[in-house]
């Protein structure tokens, strides 16, 4: 244990000389060697140089690297910056020295390289301290317990077992977590065999979890101490209270969460009363909530869920251009200060899916100089035009601030077309307005600006002249 420590002091000793410059501004944007940077980031890391090409010319600007030194200099030779996961060495809940050893090491080899950006800790690190419980104890056990008791020729076995499955069912559904484990433990016993994950209990995740936070904090105040230099970021899933994810988010700089809703309903990944396309913006909001003076980076849809599931069902396709555009947008005017894409390994590049997203993220580089700066000082009020609709969602509005110049960011969250007006403008009266896709135009009087917009639409008003 002494060497051990040793060693991680020695290689904390070792100078950083060519990192690059990162820190996090007031309002949440990265800012890398002096220059604000909205990030645009990639998980998939491709193998051939001509596609790692292709993701840089796109316009992505951060890519997930393998903890090496090759892998990071080879993005970066493309211009690209890269992130590396920590693994489970940030996790000092059991063996911290051990930990120290693997953090220290890769500071060590990695920190100093110009082409890093951000540390990752283990993704969706809360949700699986209850996932795998979750999903042996309400699905795999029970279904393996069913083939058993279908396969018993002692009918009264039989019987007795269905009677305990019942009472376990129950339980279950009471959330009665304690009393179903035991009842299903006993259902082994009385099949004459042992369970086979005896460790994964529901019951006991909240103490699961907190142990593993408390580890993952301690990881995170070491490597903070390691390598100041670079900020660590936490990506989520969408799930778990506000409460577990910001005693989770005490260990990143910037945090966020990955939302995949199309199609719309179908798939069930957002837990949410909103279950449509809007659910980016709210749990882009949800992310804020959990972490008040952190960035939120939020990680969006790549894939179509047929790729992952092996099925071909239209309700499990690919996200159409349209609904990627509103989705960018509305994690953009819900507060995100940056956007990654996951899943995309799962698709053929030749087909028009990829090549749409790349287009959608050309456009969104395009507006660095808008993305990345900071928001205007404009109290924008938005009001809509009466229609049929319940109206629980409406539409956003983001303005940002150009150097002399205000752009307007506005998006629809609702599922129809609205005519949407704009006020609290007065400092823009007489400015002429015009969307950058449509090339629908609007002219700013008395402090307001009226247009409509398609359902879950976006206009970037960018002014004339």
């Not at 287009?359 to 049929?388: F, H, K, R, Y």
Request: charged share 20%.
């Amino acid at each position: 244990m002494k060497s051990t420590s040793i060693f991680v002091v020695a290689l904390l000793l070792t100078p950083v000389i060519w990192a690059a410059a990162v820190s996090i501004e007031d309002d949440g944007m990265v800012n890398v060697e002096g220059k604000r940077l909205f990030v645009l980031g990639l998980y998939e890391n491709p193998g051939d140089d001509i596609r790692l090409g292709e993701v840089a010319a796109a316009g992505f600007n951060l890519v997930y690297g393998s903890a090496n030194a090759e892998s990071i200099n080879r993005l970066w030779e493309q211009g690209l910056y890269s992130w590396v996961n920590t693994g489970a060495a940030i996790d000092f809940s059991d063996t911290p020295e051990q930990g120290k050893e693997k953090l220290g090491k890769m500071v060590a080899e990695l920190a100093g390289l110009p082409g890093l950006l951000v540390w990752e800790v283990p993704d969706e690190a809360l949700w699986n301290a209850w996932y795998r419980a979750e999903l042996w104890r309400h699905s795999t056990e029970l279904h393996q317990q069913r083939k058993l008791i279908d396969a018993l020729t002692d009918t009264a076995l039989q019987e007795k077992i269905n009677a305990m499955r019942l009472e376990l069912e129950a339980a279950y559904g009471m959330a009665q977590e304690e009393i179903g484990e035991q009842i299903a433990n006993a259902i082994w016993h009385e099949l004459g065999k042992e369970s086979p994950h005896p460790e994964l209990n529901v019951s006991n995740a909240p103490e699961r979890a907190a142990k593993l936070g408390k580890g993952m904090i301690a990881g995170y105040a070491f490597l903070k101490d390691a390598d100041p230099a670079h900020p660590i970021w936490m990506n989520h899933a969408p799930r778990n209270s506000i409460e577990q994810l910001a005693f989770f988010n005490r260990g990143a700089d910037i945090v966020g969460c990955d939302i995949y809703p199309v199609l719309l309903g179908k798939t069930g990944h957002s837990d949410l009363g909103n279950r449509t396309l809007a659910c980016v913006g709210d749990y882009t909001r949800r992310m804020q909530a959990a972490a008040p003076e952190k960035p939120v980076w939020m990680v969006l849809q790549g894939f179509g869920w047929a790729a992952l599931n092996r099925k071909t069902e239209d309700e499990i396709r690919q996200p159409k251009p349209k609904e990627s555009r509103f989705m960018a947008y509305d994690a953009i005017v819900n507060g995100a200060r940056g956007i990654l894409y996951w899943g995309t390994a799962s698709i053929d590049k030749g087909t028009d899916f990829w090549m749409e997203l790349c287009a959608l993220i050309t456009e969104l580089n395009g507006m660095q100089s808008v993305l990345a700066a900071q928001d205007a000082a404009l109290e924008v009020e938005v009001t809509l035009a009466e229609t049929w609709g319940s109206l629980d969602r409406g539409v956003r509005v983001l303005p940002k601030q150009v150097g002399d110049r205000v752009y307007l960011i506005v998006v629809n969250e609702w599922c129809d077309p609205l005519h949407y007006t704009l006020s609290g403008l007065d400092s823009l009266n007489g400015i002429s307005y015009r969307d950058t896709t449509t090339g629908v135009t609007a002219f700013v009087e008395q402090g307001t600006l009226t247009l409509p917009i398609r359902k879950y639409g976006v206009h970037v008003l960018q002014p004339v002249g």
